[in-house]
């Protein structure tokens, strides 16, 4: 390319050379559109799972305990069953009372009657009752007593009145609206992607979840292709120094776009769930899996917007601080080496200028710095999960709070990579500046 | 050069401070490797999933209650009444429905006989007034003390049948668990495992304040010689030597200690039920500390790539970097001017800063602490209930540690000395 390019006049060199970049800077334009479009789906994806998937309509959610509830009454009312150790001391409790009431009896009878019918009847009472043998039927009594409140046709008749009151609570007006307002919700959603069920719901949410994230990936790659190729060209072209300012602002271009797709992209996905919650409820058993507590992408302007959100200062402090490693620093640095290669002397050797253009570039690895920190204290948070392994206890048996599906995103390695090439093309102007770099 | 008296008394005196400040770094990693693990045997035994998220923790609690109501249950006078008023109604209800059985038209002569003889003999009136005598048999049998003991007994029994339906797995977690660090630790309960712990904890902090001291203190002492020795050209080479060790010990001392220690957990709940309380305390929701080896180890082990990038960058970039010009600044004061004029060894020593960036992790270690903190802090804060029922209270343990200062003072000791290399080299460069 250097032997092709020395043949040809300067000036049609530059003119190639301009519009061959302006059409790689096209592609990377629309990469990078792509990428930030593709970046706002996936946002609103999520929110979709999330919503779906959300704790409140699983865990805390009416709709998924009435069957449990049901399954609970069911159980305890219809197989209610008396231990025999229970049964005895029923069937002693009952014969003591059914005892007293023949000692009162028999007390009434045994006072003085005054009436003559009175007379007759006591009369009649000793002759035709025999106490005793009363007392005898005593212990049947009691047990045809017990029998009676357990027998499987009390037990279904007093099973379904608890159902009906069940469900009487159901209709209740507030529970009813939310369980309408969940359904109609659920709804939209099927038809919105589609689909008749939750399962396949998120089947075809993770599917186009996946799905997206690869063609992220690709568009990332083709982003970075592009300035690999900006690169290589500086390689190619280190000995044609007429063509390096025009070369060198173009770069800058592309930095700029860098920034931008690097900035509004996501850049790091926060996925906070119970995995499991799984327990017997008196007989019944309940499993909860998945429940979603938060899960969201961020780009850097989303963490910055919940950093300045707290109420606390420092933190908005730190949040104005990553916007101005983010933003300002780098904006600042990309004109500043523009500035330092064309502007006059004066202005180029200025010291604010030249720190900006060659100093400042390592700053904006401080918001890579923070994303990895937090990455490692939020996401790869195996902790609790080895040492349960280290003591062979199953994790699945315990309810967990786990982070562990949280992820960077293709808008962090574009960040990397704007803060690296930023880094390479300050050492660039270095050796083409025509002032002092010093 | 000459080994004058000078020299080799200076040389001793470094090597003593040197080695005070080595020891303290090795006492300072084991007592920080010492807290590490006994918090995260802590945080596990006290975890939210073996306590407040457990089934199992909840029905231990809540059957004690339901027991001691039990235990404490009496018939009051108050629902005596009630209890005489229903069984008074039932009677009644009873009476009347016999009455009716009996003087409906009868069609057998037997039945007929039957109603008569009843009519004669019993007047349904009077029987209705008998019911109430009747009546305070039955509550007063019911409510003796030897009755209620066996009711007693029969509820209890029937709350163990049903609460031993209410379970999950965590019981055998928990067992194991406690077992485990009862053992360790040479404890028998709960109560002496924190206490024991915490006292530990204690400890280790004051020592790790002495041997930070210790640390800080041979490097003020060996800057503060090298001030008084400025004036003595011939021992500069020595002093600058030393003090690259020492950076060199703030840098590996400050990238393998812990960094920032996050620790959320909630300290108490209480929550009022049948007019007893059933508390939960001390319930680790989350804990990590790590030290900058530390969050590099864990990206590098991750699987995926993206993640192995940031890791190897950050590798290079705060760690490798700064060792490389570490060596190459000992060798530039150390060996003949030929090899120090080397394009290799100057670019290292002069030129590689901007992509030293072990100044930009000390800002982003502190900016990440200050963010979490507060991100956490207000989390937290909004689980802290305050009701009649309910009472939380959350702590936010989130804390930078020891290896994040000696990390920032690796760095501010760096920036010194290539301000002190670069003075000393330019005065080179103009004799």
Redesign the interface.
């Known amino acids: 390319m250097p032997a092709t390019t020395s043949r040809l006049s300067p000036f049609t060199a530059k003119l190639l050379l301009i519009a061959g970049l302006l059409v790689l800077l096209a592609a990377e334009s629309f990469f990078g559109y792509r990428l930030h479009e593709l970046s706002a789906r996936q946002e609103m994806i999520k929110a979709d799972h999330a919503e779906v998937n959300s704790i409140a309509y699983g865990l805390l959610s009416v709709d998924q305990w009435q069957d449990e509830i049901a399954g609970v009454v069911t159980r305890?009312v219809k197989h209610f069953k008396l231990?025999k150790?229970?049964k005895k001391?029923?069937q002693?409790?009952i014969e003591?009372?059914l005892y007293?009431?023949i000692a009162?009896?028999e007390a009434?009878v045994e006072k003085k009657p005054k009436s003559l019918?009175g007379k007759?009847?006591k009369l009649?009472v000793k002759t035709f009752v025999n106490t005793d043998k009363i007392k005898a039927g005593v212990p049947a009594m009691a047990r045809d007593i017990i029998a009676k409140a357990d027998n499987p046709e009390q037990k279904a008749k007093l099973s379904d009145l608890a159902m009906s009151k069940f469900s009487d609570l159901q209709q209740a007006k507030p529970i009813d609206s939310a369980l309408r307002a969940n359904h109609q919700l659920f709804d939209k959603m099927y038809r919105k992607y589609q689909v008749g069920s939750t399962p396949a719901l998120n089947s075809k949410l993770d599917h186009l979840l996946t799905a997206i994230r690869a063609e992220m990936y690709r568009y990332c790659f083709l982003i970075l292709g592009c300035i690999v190729i900006v690169l290589a060209l500086w390689w190619f072209l280190r000995k044609q120094v007429k063509l390096h300012t025009t070369l060198f602002i173009l770069s800058l271009l592309f930095a700029f776009i860098l920034l931008g797709v690097g900035l509004s992209a996501s850049m790091i996905e926060v996925d906070c769930r119970i995995s499991t919650?799984?327990?017997?409820?008196?007989?019944e058993h309940v499993l909860f899996k998945d429940q979603v507590l938060f899960y969201e992408s961020k780009s850097i302007l989303g963490v910055v917007e919940?950093?300045i959100k707290?109420?606390?200062i420092?933190?908005i402090?730190?949040?104005i601080?990553?916007l101005s490693f983010s933003i300002l620093f780098p904006v600042l640095k990309l004109s500043s080496t523009g500035v330092h290669l064309l502007g006059r002397k004066s202005i180029a050797e200025h010291r604010i200028v030249k720190y900006f253009a060659?100093?400042s570039?390592?700053?904006s690895?401080?918001?890579?710095?923070?994303i990895?920190?937090?990455?490692?204290?939020i996401g790869?948070?195996g902790?609790?999960n080895s040492?349960?392994a280290l003591?062979?206890?199953?994790s699945q048996?315990?309810?967990?709070?786990s982070t562990n599906n949280t992820?960077?995103q293709p808008g962090?390695?574009i960040f990397?990579s704007f803060v690296l090439y930023g880094?390479i093309l300050?050492?660039i102007l270095k050796y083409i500046t025509p002032n002092d770099a010093h | 050069m000459k080994y004058s008296f000078a020299t080799i008394s200076l040389l001793l005196g470094l090597s003593f401070l040197l080695a005070i400040g080595v020891f303290s770094a090795y006492k300072l990693d084991a007592l920080s490797a010492e807290r590490e693990s006994l918090k995260e045997d802590y945080s596990l035994s006290n975890s939210v999933s073996l306590g407040l998220f457990s089934i199992d923790a909840w029905q231990d609690r809540i059957s004690v209650v339901i027991r001691s109501q039990l235990h404490d249950f009496h018939i009051t006078p108050a629902q005596k009444k009630d209890l005489q008023a229903t069984v008074e109604k039932e009677m009644h209800g009873l009476v009347r429905k016999t009455v009716n059985e009996i003087n409906r038209p009868q069609k057998s002569l037997g039945g007929k006989l039957k109603k008569l003889a009843f009519n004669a003999l019993v007047d349904s009136a009077e029987l209705q007034a008998q019911v109430r005598p009747f009546a305070r048999t039955i509550v007063a049998k019911v409510a003796s003390p030897k009755s209620e003991r066996r009711l007693k007994r029969i509820a209890g029994s029937k709350v163990t049948q049903l609460t031993s339906q209410i379970y999950d797995s965590v019981r055998v977690a928990n067992d194991t668990v406690t077992k485990y660090m009862y053992q360790k630790y040479k404890v028998s309960n709960p109560v002496a495992f924190n206490k024991r712990i915490n006292g530990q904890l204690a400890l280790i902090d004051t020592q790790q304040i002495i041997y930070v001291a210790g640390l800080i203190g041979s490097i003020l002492a060996a800057l503060t010689l090298w001030f008084a020795l400025r004036k003595q050209v011939q021992l500069q080479t020595v002093l600058f030597v030393f003090a690259l060790l020492f950076a060199l010990l703030l840098l590996v001392t400050g990238s393998v200690i812990p960094v920032i220690e996050v620790d959320a957990r909630i300290r108490s709940l209480e929550l009022q039920l049948l007019g007893e309380k059933i508390i939960f305390q001390n319930q680790v929701l989350f804990y990590q500390s790590k030290s900058i080896a530390g969050i590099v180890g864990t990206l590098l082990s991750q699987p995926k790539p993206d993640t192995i990038v940031v890791g190897i960058l950050i590798l290079l970039f705060i760690l490798v970097l700064p060792l490389l010009r570490l060596i190459a600044k000992g060798i530039y004061v150390l060996s003949p001017k030929k090899i120090a004029e080397n394009v290799v060894v100057r670019y290292l020593t002069f030129e590689l800063h901007k992509w030293d960036m072990a100044d930009v992790m000390v800002v982003g270690m502190l900016m990440t602490y200050i963010g979490l903190n507060g991100i956490l802090k207000s989390q937290l804060s909004a689980l802290n209930i305050q009701d009649k029922t309910l009472q939380v209270m959350t702590d936010n343990g989130t804390s930078l540690q020891p290896g994040f200062y000696i990390f920032a003072g690796y760095v501010v000791f760096a920036a010194i000395l290539s301000q002190i290399l670069k003075r000393v080299s330019s005065n080179d460069q103009l004799h």
């Not at chain 1, 919650?277 to 007989?283: A, M, Q, R, V, Y």
């Open positions: 305890q231990t150790l229970q001391e029923l002693t409790e003591e009372v007293a009431l009162k009896a009434m019918a007759i009847r009649a919650l799984d327990f017997t409820l008196l007989g919940v950093l707290q109420p606390a420092d933190s402090g730190v949040g601080l990553i060659f100093q570039g390592k700053w690895m401080a918001d890579v710095i923070v990895a920190i937090l990455m490692t204290y790869l948070n902790l609790l040492q349960l003591l062979n206890i199953r048996d315990l309810t967990l709070i992820a960077l962090y390695i990397i880094l300050s050492t």
